[in-house]
C-alpha cells in the first residue's frame, strides 16, 4: 500500500516533468521557428552567435550558428556559407574589433547593449543591439542596420556646424531668446564684442536695459511694448551695447516671435544680434560729411556768385546745354526781362559768341562733336553779343566718357573777368612806360659813362706821369692814390657802360671765325705778369679745337672778368683753364647741313673759395661773395653779372661749384656752336705763331722765328717814332690814335704772329699803367732794330 503510494506519486511527478519538459520544448520549438521567421521575414541584419571562451572561460571569439539572407546577401555570400564562420578570425583577420567587448558583456551580464561601429573590408557602418538569448549555450543575437549615409549625412552635418560655429565666433554674432511672460532674456550664444553677459545666462529687463547706452533706451523699450502684438514677424532695431571691456558698440538686433500660447499671443521671441559698429560710425561719418558737403555746396555756390562765375554743362549727345541757377545773372547782370532768348544749345550759345579765338573755339567743338579722345582741356576769352562790355574766361574740361574714350559730357567755368581785363590793359601800359623809362636811363647812363671816361683817361694819365717824375715820395704816392681810384672808377663805368647796353638791347653780338686756342694764349699772356708777381701759376689746357664761329669780344670779356676774378681772389697755387669741345658734331634742327658743337671753357683755381649760401646772389649786379678773405678785395661787383648776361645773350649758360676755402670753378657752356670753313692747317700756323707770340708777350723775347723779325722790322720803319715817343711817354689821344693804325696795318698784311704782344700793348694803355707801355714799346724797337742790323 504505502508503496504503490509512492509508485503513483512517482509517476505523477514523472508525468508532470514530462509533460512540462515537452511544453519547454515545445515553446522552445515555437519560439526558435518564430524567431527563425523573424529573421527570415526581417529587412534588418541578424546575425546568432556562439560564444567561445579559452580555459579561463573567458569570451575570445563568437562563431556564427545562424544568419538571415539580408546579412549573408550583404556579405555577398550564402547562409550556409556565413554559418561557422567566426567573427574574428575570419571576418576581422585576428583583430579584436572594439565593439566586441560590448558581445562580452551582453554574454556575461545576460543583457542587451548597443553596438556601432565600421566594417572597414566593405567600408560601411552599422548600428544595432547586441543581447544574450542562450547563457546555458551561451548563444547571442546581433540584429543591425547599415547606417553608412546616414551617418556621412551626420559628419557632414556636423561639418557645418563646426562651420556654422566658426562663423558665427568670426562674425561676432549672438542669439538670445526673449520670454515675454518672464521678461527675461537669455544669451543662448554670446558674442565676446557684443554682450556682457555669458552664455545660458538668463537677464532681467532691468539688467539688459543697464547694458543699453541711456540714449537708446526709450528705442528699447518702445520695441518691447509695440513689437510682440504690432510687430511684423521679423523685427530689427539698431542700438548701443555695452559689452565686457565697457565699451559701447552698436548692435543690429533680429527679432522673430517663435512660439504662440493657446489664444494665439507669442510669448517666446528669438533675435539674432550682429555687430555693426562701423558701419554705423562710418554711416554718422558720412551723414556728417554729407552735412558738412551741403554747407560747403551753399558756400560754394554763393562764391561763385559774389565772384560772377557760372557753371555750365554741354550733354555732346543731344547738343544740349544746361545751365547753374543764375547763371546769367551770375557772369554778366542779365535778367529774364531783357527779351534775349536764352540759348539752349551749343549750335545757337556760339552764335552769341565774340572773340579773337573764333577759328580755334569752332574746331575745338568740331573736334569735341567727332569724338576726338585726346581733347581734355580748353580755355578761351570771348564776350558775348547779349553785353559786349563784358569779358569772360571760359574753362571747358571733359566730365564722361564713353568706354572708347569719346568726350560725352563737357563741365564748363565761366567767369567775369571784365575788372581783369582793365588791369591787365593798365599794367600793359604800365610795363610800355616803365620799358621806355629803362631804356632811357641806360641811354642816359651810357653816354653819360663815355663822357666820364674821356677825362678821367687824362687824369689817370698824367697821375701816371707824376708818378714817374722827380717828385716828393709823398707826392708820388698821392699820385699813385689818385692813379688806383681812377683805374678803380673807369673799370667801374666800364662794366656800367656794358651793362647799360645790355639792359637798352643794344649789345649784338658780331660773329667772327675764331681760333678758341689762339684766344685763350692770347689772355694767358695779358696776366702772366699779374700772374709772376703774385707767386701763382696760369696754365691753359685746350684740346684740338676747330675754328669757331663765335664773337671773339665778347669772349674775351668773359674770359677776362673769370680770369681776373680768379687770380684776385687767389694767394696760393694758381688757376687753370680748360677748353673742349663735344667728342662728335651736333646737328642743329634748323640747318642739318651744317656741324656744331658744344663748347666747354671752365676756369679753375684754388682760392678762398665761395660759400653756398652766396650761389644765388654772386650773379646779380653790385653783388660780391660775403666771405671772410675777400674783405679787402675792392671791386664793383658787376664782372660776374655782365658775364652772365653775355654768356646768355650768346645762347650759353655759366655755372659755378666751389667750396669756402677750396676754390672755385666757373664753367661757361655755349650750345651749338658752328665751325668756320677755315682750314685745319691754318689753325695749326695760327696756334703756332700765337704760343710764340704769347711767349713773346711775357718777356720771352729770344729764340723768335724769322717771320716774326721781319714783322717787327716792318712795324719799326713805319710806326718807330711812335713807338719812341710811346717808351719816353704816353699821351693818351694820339696814342689810342697809333693803336688803330698799328692794328689796321697787322690786319691789311696777316701778321697774326705779334698779335697777344699788341693787345697787350691795348690793354696797358687802357689802363695806363705807364712801365708796361714802355716795356712792351720796348720789345717793339728792340726786336725791329735787332732785325735791320
Known sequence: MENSEYFYQALVIFISVVTAATLLLWELLRSQLRFKAICENSGNMVVIGRALSDRSKRVVDAEIVGCNAVYAGHLGLKIKDVVGMRIIRDLYDGEEPEWFSSLRQSVISHDSRH??????PLGTRYSGSVFCISPIRKRCCLIMDEISEKYNRKQELEEVRNMMDTVLHLSDIGLWRWNLKTQKSTIIRPASRLFASHAAEEVSKHTLLQNIHPDDIPVVKEFLRTYPEEGHTKEQIVVRVKNHEGNWRWVQSVAVKTEYDENGVPFIMDGVSLDVDSLKRSQLKISQISKELEVNQQHLISTLRQCRTGIRQWDVRTDKVYFEDNFWESIGGLSSGLGVPVPDTMESLKTYVISDEHDAIEGWIKRVREGDKTIDEFNFRCRIAFVPDVWLEVRN?????????????INGFVIDITDLKKHEQALENAIVDADDANRAKSR???IMSHEIRTPLNAIIGFSSLIKDADIP???KSYSGSIKKSGEMLLTLINDLLDLAKIDATKMELSKSPVNLHNLLFELRGLFLLKVKSKGLFLDVKC???????LDSKRIKQVMINLIGNAIKFTDKGGVTV????????????????LDCYCVEIAVRDTGTGISKDDFDNIFNPFEQAANKNNHYVEGSGLGLAICKNLVDLMGGSITCESQLGSGSNFTVTLESVSVSNTSNDKVEKIKRFDEDSAHIAGGNIHNITGAQKACFAKINSRFGNHLLELENGMHVQETCRMLEELQEWLDENKAPQIQSLTNLLKKAVEDFDVREVRRISRIFIEKGVDDGR
Do not use: T
Not at 684740346?543 to 664761329?549: E, G, N
Open 397 to 409: 574740361s571733359v566730365a564722361e566718357r564713353d568706354k572708347s574714350g569719346r568726350p560725352l559730357v
Open 444 to 446: 642816359f647812363l651810357a
Open 578 to 593: 680748360v677748353a673742349k669741345v663735344s667728342s662728335s658734331p651736333i646737328q642743329p634742327p634748323d640747318n642739318a647741313d
Open 543 to 549: 684740346d684740338d679745337i676747330p675754328v669757331l664761329v
Open 115 to 120: 553596438i556601432e561601429f565600421e566594417y572597414k
Open 473 to 475: 715820395e709823398q707826392l
